[in-house]
């Protein structure tokens, strides 16, 4: 928890408190842009496109231009030169104030401009090169795209000194470094693969998972959505539940709104990506309230933003204990009947394991693998060790290697992502930190405090999110991801700990 | 119809199109808030309001900063000394600019500051009183108010050259002369009370009017106003329709959202508001594309926007001539039966008048009392001729003068109203306005075009607006409102054709 708060009167003129005067108006912006974001995910009409990226591109400007100005690298030199009246937190806001206007100072506003405009031009031709299976199409557009990526990284490298990987990493996971991913990336590589032999034959060995039938009316699956939500804790006095063609959790702490994708014939992806997405809105919701609008008082990198949703769908939710809880819940609220509905097959049904091409339908344990592939292409390509032209193959070997399966086609191979096509390379391995993160949080949570799990059991989430709003979400961008996790578990990032849970989920008898 | 396009490369550099390229960004940011007041009033949890005052507080300073910045100032000089080289509608562009940025400048901050913390202050103590019928809870604070309004007016009146209302009357009325208005109004008023007497003794001798029997679920009613909203020819690739506590019009051009208020018991009302907020969307969907972010391409003042939903609402949806088109579809979507489904009698009900407290559910022909008493005791408040404690007996004098009631409270009196404990002092006159400019409109495009009229009888709105495009819609700011009216229908406002338009409607035989 803070312990103190920022300063609120504007006339108050150091320069500390200035800089919190300028952030605060910072935030506004920018939560401006994510009101105007969601709005165009879930009602906008398609007519009102165009206009809608003009009032993006003018906030985008403004809230660039306010970012820049000459005045806060003054007041960021003025600030940092009386550390001695600051506390704490307010030191650690300095940081991320500094870190901020750094990172947006470090490219030119014309090497902005030529990314927005390539990742645009790319991410447009993308989208029906892969629907057509034609890489040759993209490939012009994505090796250009890569040049100016380069060009980022090396600008960025040598004002944060960091290597041209780490310089991209930053913009997702601040402190991140490829040396550590590498290493326990190493340890996950060598340990996958036996281990999706022998969790594969183990589930082949029981009986197998049976889909309930449906049909799952919309309403009905929303409600049962909203209430698991209230369950957690979801306040929707301060947040809403929509639906949108990619299920994202968008808005700002105190208005926060998850969305999800309706399947009237299987409810059990959108009830499962509904707690996902619940997972992200909790953590958004508990930051530290005092430091609301300031950049301390922002949720950290992306992999602590994935462990939290992880941590409630992945952890809790299909764990065994929850199931138990909600199945019974779920055969009521659709009047459902039979063995499907039992715990024990809702329980092989959110656990199945498959070799499969399409990360984001990959289940747990297959789910590293698509990331490693990526971020070993995305390291070799950025640093110069691999060209554009080279990618289909590369993949089609690493998914052969990783598991075992060749893709028949790109679309199912090195297209399916938009990421590299958009402009986000060093984003990937964010996705499988954080289900490790998960792993090592919930692990602690339940060594700390024994209530936690069978509370869960029962369907109270008190005990979970008050260690989450102790361990995490309170603290805000206070420290790093790194020392939060130190903090909270006792050590950095230790594969062997997701690896246990993995074991003990997919390998029990 | 514009004869040309704005200049669209902001590398021009000509002090006109860096007035153009400046103006399109004020409004991108306009059409921001536009959208997050929207949100606020539809879809916001209340528990965001906090974070979206402050996100609204910061565009506005944004907006007040950029338009009001000496770089305006100049290059509005620039371009004015150059107006050789620009054509009529750039010089009208340049006009609505100047006229903008003028009285935008013509306050000092300080005031604006004063003036705003006022009315939060008096609107949020009004909600209380008018539920308490406590008009002395107010008194001081609405006082107050008006010290800095007419502060304001001061302000603005030097500036411009006006009168202290007139300088008021320019927020909402651009070109609009209290002069003009006496003159209308007193011919109304000469003309009201009599007329009034005779419509309720014929009303009284023919048969009444009967409610539909419900109940008439919100999705029907939806539907219903979705399919006459396609009818008028709105655009849903372009706009939504929603549900808020007050139905508004709001959104941008190509993406006009109205909103509306289901009541299951009687769904003429959230019919017919429908209808009227559509009036407004056709307008704003229909300004000159080419002039789309210009102030020569915004839609004119508050009484041709209220004239174009007053044109569609009252003009033509609750005719004889629209109604025996519609009678039949309102009763098959709700499958009604009996006498209460006739056209007869839902015109009946749709033209009822009554002597009634409440301006907001006031009928046409009692509706311009309401309006000319607000809009000669707001005058005299301004100009220093009463004051604040005199208004409740002020009121109740005029409610009797005017339409021979006397209200029983306040809460039906001199508070029912937000506007002048909100600070709109000057609006109230632009209602009456636009249901007298609607009416000589309307009666203007029947004599022009006679298919207009019987094309609307078989629900085809096509004629009629075609005619408005031609003659409103596409005319954005060109010229002014008395312009645009002597160019429409061959001379300036003329209440002879509203009173002939309720002479023939509440008269007839």
Redesign the interface.
Known sequence: MPDSTPIKDAAASSPYARLEQRF??LN??S??QE??HW?MST??????H???A??L???A??HHALLTGAETGDLIAAATAETDNLNDWQRANLREITRRYVKATALSEDLVTRLSRAASACEAVWRDARAANDFKAVEPYVAELLVLVREKARAKADVLGLSLYDALLADYEPGGRSAEIDAVFGELEAFLPDFLGEVLEHQARGPGAVLPAGPFPEEKQKALGRRFMEMLGF??????LDVSLHPFCG?????VRITTRYDESDFTSALMGVLHETGHAMYERGLPKDW??QPVGHALGMSVHESQSLLVEMQVCRSRTFLDFAAPVMRETFGGEGPAWEADNLFRLYTKVERSFIRVDADEVTYPAHVILRYRLEKALIEGDMEIPDLPGAWNDGMERLLGILPPTDTLGCLQDIHWYDGAWGYFPTYTLGAMTAAQLYAAARNQNPEIEPAIGRGDFAPLMAWLRANVHGKGSFETARDLLIAATGEPLNPKVFENHLRTRYLAP
Not at 235 to 240: E, L
Not at 251 to 255: F, Q
């Open positions: 605060r108006r506004a912006l939560e401006a009101v105007l709005d009602v906008m009409p398609r007519g009102g165009e206009a809608r003009e009032q591109a003018e906030l400007a403004v306040d929707f006095h301060h947040g809403r808005g700002t702490p105190d208005d609301r609008g």
